[in-house]
């Protein structure tokens, strides 16, 4: 039952990696390629969610973010490994 729990938790962190970087493109997408054309057309007080510093740096969080959940997920995955994809789950 542990090998099974550790591997849902290694398949659960790659995944939330996975999603973290995804987010973190997508923020820089509009900081480098959307928001500064609309720039001009934003009124003077706009929410700070429409600046491109914001996008570049959650852009940046979402990264440190995905490489926080890098090194739990190889360790299961090495506890996984080490126990065997083979071993009998219904014990």
């Not at 996008?55 to 090495?78: D, K, T």
Request: net charge positive; charged share 15%; proline share 8%.
């Amino acid at each position: 039952m542990e090998l099974i729990v550790k591997f849902l938790f290694f398949v659960d962190l790659v995944e939330a990696g996975t999603l973290f970087r995804k987010a973190s493109g997508i923020y820089q997408h509009l900081a480098e390629n959307v928001l500064p054309p609309l720039k001009p057309a934003l009124p003077p007080d706009r929410c700070p969610e429409a600046t491109t510093s914001l996008a570049s740096i959650m852009s940046i969080i979402c990264l440190a973010e995905a490489q926080v959940l890098f090194w739990p997920a190889l360790r299961a995955s090495f506890f996984v490994m080490k126990k065997g994809w083979n071993h009998n789950f219904v014990q």
